[in-house]
């Protein structure tokens, strides 16, 4: 199931490409010091996991599937989104550094939130 095969860019790929964003950041936050490496490896687990659960998502074997993997994913987004708001008002990272990747989590939350609505053929989320 594809919601989003219309879309300019699919959000997989986004989601993708997202994660290896984080990933150099995390391999940043590491070199920083305990508490960076920490909220980095929050980052690590939250950020990569959206393009895991969305490549799940779309080789799931119903609606229901799709539906729920979606939903993983769009909760793993806002949790991203967190981590790196945390890391900008902690000043482990310049908030100018990260408006880049706390757009695009925005972004994919905001996408994601679409998808799981239209999915669910309803409002709530």
Do not use: Y
């Amino acid at each position: 199931m594809d919601e989003s095969s219309h879309s300019p860019q699919r959000i997989q790929d986004r989601a993708f490409e997202f994660a290896c964003r984080i990933v150099k950041l995390h391999e940043h936050l590491c070199k920083k010091g305990e508490t960076a490496r920490r909220l980095g490896n929050q980052l690590l687990n939250s950020g990569t996991s959206i393009g895991a659960n969305l490549e799940e998502a779309h080789a799931g074997q119903s609606r229901a599937d799709f539906i729920a993997k979606c939903s993983i994913a769009l909760k793993e987004a806002r949790e991203t989104h967190f981590w790196l708001r945390l890391l900008a008002a902690t000043n482990q990272v310049s908030a100018d550094q990260l408006k880049p990747l706390t757009q695009e989590a925005h972004e994919i939350v905001a996408i994601l939130t679409t998808i799981v609505r239209k999915s669910k053929g309803n409002t709530e989320v």
